[in-house]
């Protein structure tokens, strides 16, 4: 099935969104009254997206990383248990995870690029370790059973100079998760060379810990790691356990669809396909700017 990331774009005209947020001089001077307020409105507005989907034929959809501002902030987080109205919050997370199975919609999850367990500056590993914790704590409130099926997905992060030793550091810090936030966490293949193919992921990642891996067709372009993009896809799809269908990412290069030769990473306002599966089966997150419109354009080419 084919999902989009985040905001849906005719909602969004309506002001209805799930990332309203504010700043810590906000945060600081309204407290946690206001900001319940904000993360109720988000999740009130979550449930009318999860409808909207439904009605429009989307299971698919990425979850937004801002739904609990400040969530997993090191001095300023916060359990949502304790919040004020928080029964209201759990309530609503409560019931979209309902919806969510009884409708069986698949929810996933792509925190930023911030999240880098590979560093080695502890510091930035210990945010990351809050960050991840954070999302996986909101999927358990939505009853969700930990497994990548709920992805929380994650680049691998810098190479430092020394890709195999970083490798090797994204495995070790794995074991600072939670059982559940590892049950959930996957990884995905990198847009730059001097980064990491879906090849490292495999010989250095996966074959260590386990993960699966979330294949990324545009970066496969600029980072083949000597593979087709058919043998990259397959090996990808061989790690996920075979109870769950795997997730890939698609978008296409804007600076192709500007009329220009060579290609770029930065993802298209819509994409055209082909999506080549060469007949696997998989949930594909189209990653472009213009959310559910992109996926109209489409036109059911994918192969």
């Given at each position: 099935m084919?999902?989009?990331?985040?905001?849906?774009?005719?909602?969004?005209?309506?002001?209805?969104?799930?990332?309203?947020?504010?700043?810590?001089?906000?945060?600081?001077?309204?407290?946690?009254?206001?900001?319940?307020?904000?993360?109720?409105?988000?999740?009130?507005?979550?449930k009318t997206i999860?409808?909207?989907n439904e009605a429009n034929g989307f299971k698919f959809f990425r979850i937004s990383s801002e739904i609990f501002p400040f969530l997993?902030?090191?001095?300023?987080?916060?359990?949502?248990?304790?919040?004020?109205?928080?029964?209201?919050?759990?309530?609503?997370?409560?019931?979209?995870?309902?919806?969510?199975?009884?409708?069986?919609?698949?929810?996933?999850?792509?925190?930023g690029p911030f999240n880098v367990l590979a560093s080695p500056n502890p510091d930035v590993v210990s945010k990351a370790v809050l960050d991840l914790e954070a999302h996986s704590t909101v999927f358990d409130l939505m009853g969700f059973t930990p497994s990548p099926y709920n992805k929380?997905?994650?680049?691998?992060g810098g190479a430092y100079g020394q890709p195999v030793e970083a490798l090797?550091?994204?495995?070790?810090?794995?074991?600072?998760?939670?059982?559940?936030?590892?049950?959930?966490?996957?990884?995905?293949?990198?847009?730059?060379?001097?980064?990491y193919s879906t090849q490292d992921l495999?010989?250095?990642?996966?074959?260590?810990?386990?993960?699966?891996i979330v294949f990324d067709y545009h970066h496969h372009i600029f980072n083949t790691g000597g593979q087709s993009e058919q043998e990259a896809l397959e090996l990808a799809l061989s790690t996920w356990p075979q109870d769950i269908t795997p997730v890939v990412h698609y978008s296409e290069s804007r600076n192709i669809h500007q009329g220009e030769e060579k290609p770029t990473p930065?993802?298209?306002d819509?994409?055209?396909?082909?999506?080549?599966?060469?007949?696997?089966?998989?949930?594909?997150?189209?990653?472009?700017?213009?959310?559910?419109?992109?996926?109209?354009a489409l036109n059911n080419n994918v192969l």
């Open positions: 084919l999902g989009y990331a985040c905001i849906n774009k005719e909602l969004r005209e309506n002001n209805i969104f799930t990332n309203r947020t504010l700043r810590q001089a906000t945060l600081l001077d309204k407290g946690h009254d206001y900001l319940s307020q904000i993360i109720i409105q988000n999740l009130e507005d979550f999860m409808e909207w997993s902030h090191p001095v300023h987080g916060y359990q949502i248990s304790d919040l004020p109205n928080s029964n209201v919050i759990l309530s609503l997370l409560k019931d979209i995870g309902d919806y969510a199975k009884t409708h069986k919609h698949r929810l996933t999850t792509h925190p929380i997905n994650i680049h691998v090797a550091r994204f495995c070790s810090n794995f074991n600072l998760l939670s059982d559940a936030c590892k049950a959930r966490l996957t990884v995905e293949n990198d847009d730059r060379a001097n980064l495999y010989d250095h990642v996966h074959k260590v810990i386990g993960i699966p930065a993802h298209s819509i994409v055209y396909g082909p999506i080549n599966t060469y007949g696997n089966t998989m949930d594909i997150m189209v990653e472009a700017k213009h959310k559910e419109f992109a996926i109209y």
